[in-house]
């Protein structure tokens, strides 16, 4: 295996050793803050998995049951296999960032992350291409049926924390990840101990109680998976818990020991991009479609559409207890009769 080095001459690589401590640092040098590798093998403890997806903790993401083979098993996904390159990025926040109780969750305050892992994984494997011509992968960000933290985890990145996030040494919980699965024969990492022990903060500081006795997340009642990947309506109950949350929920990040002091992520990822970052609840409310469009254009925050935007924006201006917000509701009301009866609700609650 051959490959050439900064100068233009050719160098032999001596061990699968060499090649692994290369592609890690090629990894730091196209913009990834930790690279691991797991084995393409099966997926352990995927079993449960399954019995997560068969107590319905899933909610309405159908696309979860879908190709289970796939998703526990990187070989199955890319044939050929033999190696998982996994690769986070960091999007802490700054010092000076917003407070807890914003309308828009971290992740998806900067560009959005998927575009950008995505172009630095091509990146890294136009590199590695250059290292050894053999090199086939392909590179997932949240692109295909992959169990990115159990692969993370395998890599030794982190430990998957009682939140479900997986927890980085020195980053803490708010990483975005990906991987490459490809042909190389690159040794496995040792996995990262849980260091969590009897710590329950995330569990116990979640708004609307989503976590079962297991530490299990029942998507059902999360904050993250009602303003994002439902599209119905949302139980009453549950919308009296959720704060004045848009777009995702950070809560039980921000109360993790493990990600107080942490440096501020990424530059591409972290801070808010106009027009979105900018945005208050009272514009939110007066968007029309091409607002909306405008507005999330790039960001992460399209997985929910503008339907699921407003309806999240009329809750939260009922959780605000906001009067001069009165007004605004009671003209989005005669403008979208369709979530007429939400709106009702919003204004009982504000005035009551």
């Given at each position: 295996?051959?490959?050439?080095?900064?100068?233009?001459?050719?160098?032999?690589?001596?061990?699968?050793?060499?090649?692994?401590?290369?592609?890690?640092?090629?990894?730091?040098?196209?913009?990834?803050?930790?690279?691991?590798?797991?084995?393409?093998?099966?997926?352990?403890?995927?079993?449960?998995?399954?019995?997560?997806?068969?107590?319905?903790?899933?909610?309405?993401?159908?696309?979860?049951?879908?190709?289970?083979?796939?998703?526990?098993?990187?070989?199955?996904?890319?044939?050929?296999?033999r190696?998982?390159?996994?690769?986070?990025?960091?999007?802490?926040p700054?010092?000076?960032?917003?407070?807890?109780?914003?309308?828009?969750?971290?992740?998806?305050?900067?560009?959005?992350?998927?575009?950008?892992?995505?172009?630095?994984?091509?990146?890294?494997?136009?590199?590695?291409?250059?290292?050894d011509?053999?090199?086939e992968?392909?590179?997932?960000v949240?692109?295909?049926?992959?169990?990115?933290?159990?692969?993370?985890?395998?890599a030794?990145?982190?430990?998957?924390?009682?939140?479900?996030?997986?927890?980085?040494?020195g980053?803490?919980?708010?990483?975005?990840?990906?991987?490459?699965?490809?042909?190389?024969?690159?040794?496995?990492?040792?996995?990262?101990?849980?260091?969590?022990?009897?710590?329950?903060?995330?569990?116990?500081?979640?708004?609307?109680?989503?976590?079962?006795?297991?530490?299990?997340?029942?998507?059902?009642?999360?904050?993250?998976?009602?303003?994002?990947?439902?599209?119905?309506?949302?139980?009453?109950?549950?919308?009296?818990?959720?704060?004045?949350?848009?777009?995702?929920?950070?809560?039980?990040?921000?109360?993790?020991?493990?990600?107080?002091?942490?440096?501020?992520?990424?530059?591409?990822?972290?801070?808010?991009?106009?027009?979105?970052?900018?945005?208050?609840?009272?514009?939110?409310?007066?968007?029309?479609?091409?607002?909306?469009?405008?507005a999330?254009?790039?960001?992460?925050?399209?997985?929910?559409?503008?339907?699921?935007?407003?309806?999240?924006?009329?809750?939260?201006?009922a959780?605000?207890?906001?009067?001069?917000?009165?007004?605004?509701?009671?003209?989005?009301?005669?403008?979208?009769?369709?979530?007429?009866?939400?709106?009702?609700?919003?204004?009982?609650?504000?005035q009551?």
């Open positions: 295996m051959a490959f050439t080095d900064s100068a233009g001459r050719i160098r032999i690589m001596s061990c699968v050793r060499d090649l692994k401590d290369l592609v890690k640092s090629l990894a730091r040098e196209a913009g990834f803050a930790r690279v691991g590798v797991a084995p393409a093998d099966p997926v352990p403890r995927s079993e449960d998995f399954r019995k997560w997806i068969g107590c319905g903790y899933h909610g309405d993401m159908e696309y979860m049951k879908r190709n289970l083979s796939k998703r526990v098993s990187p070989v199955r996904l890319v044939p050929g296999a190696s998982v390159i996994s690769l986070a990025v960091s999007y802490a700054d010092k000076e960032s917003t407070p807890s109780e914003s309308l828009i969750a971290r992740y998806a305050r900067g560009r959005d992350y998927h575009r950008v892992l995505k172009r630095r994984c091509h990146r890294l494997m136009d590199r590695i291409r250059e290292v011509g053999e090199f992968g392909r590179a997932f949240d692109s295909a049926p992959v169990m990115e933290r159990s692969l993370a985890a395998l030794g990145l982190g430990w998957i924390g009682k939140n479900g996030c997986l927890v980085v040494p980053l803490g919980s708010y990483v975005v990840l990906c991987e490459i699965i490809c042909n190389l024969p690159l040794e496995p990492d040792a996995p990262v101990g849980s260091q969590c022990y009897d710590c329950a903060k995330c569990v116990e500081a979640c708004p609307t109680s989503a976590f079962v006795a297991d530490a299990s997340l029942d998507a059902r009642r999360c904050v993250s998976y009602l303003t994002i990947e439902h599209r119905g309506q949302i139980d009453p109950k549950l919308r009296e818990l959720m704060g004045i949350r848009i777009f995702g929920c950070d809560r039980c990040q921000e109360v993790c020991p493990f990600n107080q002091d942490v440096p501020a992520g990424d530059a591409e990822l972290v801070g808010q991009s106009p027009p979105l970052g900018g945005a208050g609840l009272r514009d939110i409310l007066t968007w029309d479609p091409e607002d909306w469009d405008t999330t254009r790039g960001s992460a925050t399209r997985r929910a559409n503008y339907d699921m935007f407003l309806r999240n924006a009329v809750i939260a201006a959780n605000s207890a906001n009067y001069s917000l009165i007004p605004i509701l009671e003209l989005l009301s005669s403008r979208l009769p369709q979530i007429r009866d939400l709106i009702q609700w919003a204004l009982h609650r504000i009551e």
